[in-house]
Nanobody, 129 residues
Framework: QVQLVESGGGLVQAGGSLRLSCVAS????????MGWFRQAPGKEREFVAA????????YYADSVKGRFTISRDNAKNTVYLQMNSLKPEDTAVYYC??????????????????????WGQGTQVTVSS
């Protein structure tokens, strides 16, 4: 069992930056692929970014590519989402998720919420115009 706790959300003006963190419980964090998703009111949960067990393999949604960066620190059981050049349309609750299967299907696995075994409670990000 893995517990995930997100933090770092808040209110920011358009063009600003935030860094989200997700801390995982347990001693097997390095064996999980990690992802970030977001959900705006009235919309479905959508993929944002993912990172496989190897920190050199990352995936991004087109809408955030070039603005967001996912990274992980296995020694700290933490995955990060650095968000720059934020836009009002980035406003959502952001969730981190863990996949014990390591996203073996690549980007196609990364983008599907059903690929992930564990989810955090989410952190609110609000971008004002």
């Amino acid at each position: 069992q893995v517990q995930l706790v997100e933090s770092g959300g808040g209110l920011v003006q358009a063009g600003g930056s935030l860094r989200l963190s997700c801390v995982a419980s347990g001693r097997t964090f390095g064996s999980y692929a990690m992802g970030w998703f977001r959900q705006a009111p009235g919309k479905e949960r959508e993929f944002v970014a993912a990172i496989r067990r190897s920190v050199s393999v990352t995936y991004y949604a087109d809408s955030v590519k070039g603005r967001f960066t996912i990274s992980r620190d296995n020694a700290k059981n933490t995955v990060y989402l650095q968000m720059n050049s934020l836009k009002p349309e980035d406003t959502a609750v952001y969730y981190c998720a863990a996949d014990a299967g390591g996203l073996s299907g690549g980007i196609y696995s990364a983008m599907r919420p059903t690929s992930y075994d564990y989810w955090g409670q989410g952190t609110q990000v609000t971008v004002s115009s």
